[in-house]
């Protein structure tokens, strides 16, 4: 590797993973999909810079990370604010911006949401593992090395390209708002028969937290509760947005590092298309559900998958 085409990690913040689209079609072997939970923002980041779907990011999570720039490059950041700068400029979220080397591009603390994607022009160049670069601990697959988080003085090759010095800025229609109150659209599955009626009811009309249980692999949510069947079940597959009612009666809702089988009884799955704005969420949000529309959303989610290319 050319250690000037790179860019190094001078503080790895909270948790800075590399995530391109993630694994698929290998859940019968245990291994889970990873890949970015916030799939809005991370394909608006990679769409800023004329990237293709799958180009490998960075997923910042809680901020407080620096990186030195040692090449000119062009990139773009989308997600939660995490009031980002360059060389102490504050730079414009959902936008492409120019950098030079020397520069430090630093992540401060989360005014809103809780996650932003860093991309570069033609992706961050790794190696991938079973299809993908996409770091999951759990399974010690992708990233730098088994999936762990960035690490302080690690090199992120990059493949040097021509820079546009004029940013491009995602329109403000489209930009979502990580503060308001979170009303995600269920899409009910078979178990749901063996809820008892007042309990699907108080789901639907419960207003919940989301607890301090939050992670890649799932939210937990509290101020609720709805108690689950009286049966046991056999482990199954578990989808992504699964939301998993365990004896305590607090859902969780599983994400993109979930476990691929489980036993707890489901109420079905959160419509794919919310599931990044919960990946945004802090704890202490508030959080409502609705029963969705399950032709309605495939046609919304299909529309937003023509666009990105997926």
Known sequence: MNLNESISVVKPGQQTLIQDFGRFGLA??????????????????NHLLGNHVNCPTLEITLGQAEFQ????????????????????EPIKNWSSFAA??????????PKNGLRAYLAIKHGFQVPKQLGSSSAVARDQLGGIERGL???????????????????????????????????????????????????????YAQEFEVSQFIDRMGYRLTGGRVLPPNQEYL????????????????????????????????FGCVARIDLPRLAQAKPGQKVRFVKGDLLGLQDVWGQWARFFGY
């Open 28 to 45: 019968h072997f245990g291994i889970t999909q990873g890949g970015p939970v916030d799939d809005y923002a991370y394909s608006w980041a």
């Open 69 to 88: 720039i040692n090449h000119h490059c062009q990139l773009a950041i989308a997600g939660g604010d995490l009031n980002a700068k360059l060389d102490n």
């Open 100 to 109: 030079k080397p020397g520069q430090r591009l630093t992540f401060g603390l």
């Open 149 to 203: 988080p960035l690490a302080q003085g690690d090199r992120l090759p990059i493949k040097p390209h021509l820079v546009d010095n004029k940013p491009l800025q995602m329109t403000f229609r489209y930009k979502p708002d990580y503060d308001l109150t979170l009303e995600l659209r269920v899409i009910e599955g078979y178990q749901i028969g063996d809820f008892q009626q007042d309990q699907i009811n108080a789901f």
């Open 235 to 266: 482990s199954e597959g578990i989808a992504l947005g699964a939301i998993q009612i365990p004896p305590n009666g607090e859902p969780i809702i599983l994400l993109n590092d979930r476990q691929t089988i489980g036993g707890y009884p489901k």
